[in-house]
């Protein structure tokens, strides 16, 4: 036992794990300790403004490059790889463009109401699409660490741009705009460590590669934008049926939770892909599933540790750390923990799909989650009239069934691959 936790402690994938957890977490928490500033420098108005801005942009970010960025670690020729990378970044330009077009279009003839604010949405969708495009090119190199500075310098420079608009009195889009060039330093940090040089790839090697993996645009992009709307869809339940204080105590626990599944899901995800990719590749699939079962016993080991806290200590530990008038949100933790162990497992893991070219398969859980979550809470609003702790029990119980059939399907994935190409 201690030679195999001496192996695991030695070894690439746990120095790349914990390289993506450190500039992850770091990136993390220098906004949360900023907060107290950036709260007497902007007005509500203003943390209203990028609230509405950030819910917007996140929905539209999800067609960036078409989703063939996801496909750049798989190949095994590196020109296959940068005509991928390439086709991402022309795409995200060609997309956020007709954005543009489309909402200058509505502002002027359909919801003027929207106001300048639409005019951002666009510029930061672009900017996140290229550095996304930059990350997974990076994740092919094994170049984690390069990914963990880049988030560390997107936290810096949106604190030090939102603290230096804000004390110039340039706050009315001032979180916006440090959000946008905290963005756009990040990729361009990317882009200096790539090496990459410029340089015009033929259309038609470009449409080669498209149609081979064509089926990311097709079965990513519409399960994607139902996936980000099916996690919103408790929070526009609680707003629109429930007490303002409700949903104030849950939004404190989503962001409690929230931090270890950014920081453990995302780092470990990155790393994980980039493994499962290269043994796919390499036809070494007896490793791949060895590999795969000992990932999700980690992830599960890190999320049933926190889990047990929450549920046992949640409300003493929310009303010491945030003030006893949190012990409300404590009590939703502790609720909401066990289904926390199993987003943690099988949120990571689902970059399986991904290496194994299944994403029709993913797509199809994601459309039976979309459908089955706005079932749940529909019935228990309009035909259970639940209060609001029996209505997270509810959806409790949902997530654990979804995330464990979620589960289920990419170990499937991975066993039906091997067979097919013994």
């Not at 914990?18 to 203003?46: H, K, N, V």
């Not at 170049?143 to 988030?151: D, G, I, P, V």
């Not at 290496?355 to 749940?376: M, P």
């Amino acid at each position: 036992m201690a030679k195999i936790w001496d192996r695991l402690i030695k070894s690439e994938f746990t120095r790349n794990v914990s390289s993506q957890m450190l500039g992850t977490g770091i990136a993390q928490i220098l906004p949360f300790l900023a907060t107290p500033l950036l709260t007497r420098l902007y007005t509500e108005e203003d943390f209203a403004n990028y609230t509405s801005f950030f819910a917007l942009a996140t929905i539209f970010a999800v067609g960036v490059g078409g989703k063939y960025h996801m496909a750049i670690v798989l190949p095994k020729s590196e020109a296959r790889a940068l005509r991928l990378f390439t086709l991402s970044i022309y795409l995200t330009v060609a997309y956020t463009f007709l954005l543009g077009i489309g909402f200058f279009i509505l502002s002027q003839f359909s919801v003027p109401d929207l106001g300048p604010l639409v005019y951002f949405v666009p510029l930061y969708v672009l900017f996140f699409g290229i550095w996304n495009s930059f990350t997974l090119l990076s994740i092919r190199k094994k170049t984690f660490r390069y990914n963990a500075y880049s988030k560390i310098m997107q936290s810096v420079g949106y604190i030090l741009t939102a603290v230096v608009l804000g004390l110039a009195k340039i706050s009315l889009y001032g979180l916006v705009l440090a959000k946008i060039l905290g963005t756009m330093g990040s990729w361009g940090y990317l882009f200096g460590k790539s090496g990459i040089r410029t340089s015009l790839i033929p259309i038609k090697k470009l449409k080669q590669v498209a149609q081979e993996y064509i089926d990311y645009p097709k079965y990513g992009i519409a399960p994607a934008l139902l996936n980000t709307i099916s996690t919103q869809a408790i929070i526009l339940v609680l707003t629109a049926y429930y007490t303002v204080d409700d949903l104030g105590y849950y939004g404190l626990t989503y962001m409690v939770l929230s931090a270890p599944l950014g920081l453990i899901g995302t780092s470990y995800r990155d790393v994980f892909y980039q493994k499962i990719a290269d043994l796919v590749n390499q036809r070494r699939f007896s490793e791949g599933i060895v590999f795969f079962k000992k990932s999700a016993w980690v992830l599960f080991a890190m999320g049933i540790s926190i889990a047990i806290i929450l549920y046992f200590f949640g409300p003493g530990l929310f009303s010491l750390v945030f003030g006893s008038k949190w012990v409300r949100s404590g009590e939703f933790a502790s609720i909401l923990a066990m289904s926390f162990v199993f987003k943690i497992v099988a949120s990571p893991l689902s970059s399986i799909f991904n290496a194994a070219n299944e994403l029709k398969t993913a797509s199809v859980w994601q459309v039976g989650y979309f459908v089955t979550t706005f079932l749940t809470l529909g019935i228990s609003v309009y035909v259970l009239d639940l209060n609001v702790i029996t209505l997270l029990y509810v959806y409790v119980a949902h997530e654990v069934i979804l995330y464990t059939l979620y589960f289920l399907l990419q170990f499937r994935t991975l066993s039906k691959f091997k067979q097919s190409r013994s």
